[in-house]
């Protein structure tokens, strides 16, 4: 099984980044996928999720990046995607993908992180 993040880096603020996670080893499409994040010094909070195909692929944001991240999922690369727009520095952080039963419940596989910083 592999989840590998990429698409992290340095973006100023108020800039865009797309955050990619190409999964590989499970049925993907059978899994929820949700993204994490861990800021320096901080714990790995949840910041978005897609559900599986068969639970409706539904979204679900937190609250400090509602309205600004967009996630989605393209079974056929085996792919999820997380728009970002309007970052701003409390957005720096590691970004980890997970695969999930649920959006709602423990992670079953985790992936590496990618770093993202935003800063001027």
């Known amino acids: 099984v592999q989840l590998v993040a990429s698409g992290g880096g340095l973006v100023q603020p108020g800039g865009p980044l797309r955050l990619s996670c190409a999964a590989s080893g499970f049925t993907f499409e059978d899994y929820a996928i949700p993204w994490f994040r861990q800021g320096p010094g901080g714990e790995r909070d949840g910041v978005s999720c897609?559900?599986?195909?068969?639970?409706?692929?539904?979204?679900t944001y937190a609250d400090p990046v509602k309205g600004r991240l967009t996630i989605s999922r393209d079974n056929s690369k085996n792919t999820v995607y997380l728009q970002m727009n309007s970052l701003n520095p409390e957005d720096t952080a590691v970004y980890y993908c997970?695969?999930?039963?649920?959006?709602?419940?423990?992670?079953?596989?985790w992936g590496q992180g990618t770093q993202v910083t935003v800063s001027s």
């Open positions: 897609i559900s599986s195909s068969g639970g409706g692929g539904y979204t």
């Open positions: 997970a695969a999930a039963p649920a959006c709602l419940g423990g992670v079953d596989y």
